[in-house]
């Protein structure tokens, strides 16, 4: 997986991740291009990325 932003939604405490289409994810990444730089904390991570989409094959 690419180092890439990536969107969450948050309810009752738990995040849970956001799926976009392309063209969306598109645009979200234009729009957090615009928000740059963004402070990324690196020594403090959630977790593993998982490509939920490679499951549902």
């Known amino acids: 997986m ?3 932003p990536v969107l969450f ?3 009752d ?3 849970y991740p956001v799926a976009l ?3 969306q994810q598109n645009l ?3 729009t957090v291009t615009l ?3 963004l402070t990324v904390v ?3 991570p959630q977790g593993s990325a998982v490509n ?3 499951r549902s094959k």
């Open 52 to 54: 939920l989409l490679d």
């Open 13 to 15: 405490g738990v995040l």
């Open 2 to 4: 690419k180092d890439q």
């Open 28 to 30: 979200f990444v234009l």
């Open 21 to 23: 289409t392309e063209e």
């Open 42 to 44: 690196f020594d403090q």
């Open 35 to 37: 928000l740059s730089p």
């Open 9 to 11: 939604y948050c309810k």
